[in-house]
């Protein structure tokens, strides 16, 4: 077994749950086990990552790494020049996944 299917292999086998919300390869891209040595080396999927995928697992998408947090949709908001929105903040963010104003 080659080193890339091991880790696939092991992720799937730590985060994959067949009975709730996402395909095994959007589990693993919201993966927020920074302590995992496997960690920066997890398959990421190439296909996007639905905010309620997010919700679903109470993740914080300022949590995410750069990886996954590039595939979530819709696209989150940042501001600057030209936009009409303040800065998206890690507290905004939990107040606006929970539906609080």
């Known amino acids: 077994m080659s080193l890339r299917k091991a880790v696939n292999a092991k992720?799937?086998?730590?985060?994959?749950?067949?009975?709730?919300?996402g395909t095994a390869?959007?589990?693993i891209a919201v993966c927020i086990d920074s302590?995992?040595?496997l960690h920066t080396v997890r398959p990421i999927t190439?296909?996007?990552l639905p905010i309620s995928l997010l919700e679903a697992y109470n993740?914080?998408?300022?949590?995410l790494d750069v990886r996954a947090r590039g595939l979530v949709y819709p696209a989150v908001?940042?501001?600057?020049?030209?936009q009409n929105e303040a800065l998206l903040t890690a507290d905004?963010?939990?107040?606006?996944s929970s539906g609080a104003s």
């Open 35 to 37: 302590d995992c040595p």
């Open 46 to 48: 190439t296909k996007r």
């Open 59 to 63: 993740v914080d998408l300022l949590k």
């Open 11 to 21: 992720c799937r086998e730590c985060t994959y749950d067949p009975f709730t919300v």
């Open 92 to 96: 905004r963010w939990s107040k606006r």
């Open 77 to 82: 908001k940042y501001s600057g020049e030209g």
């Open 25 to 27: 390869a959007q589990q």
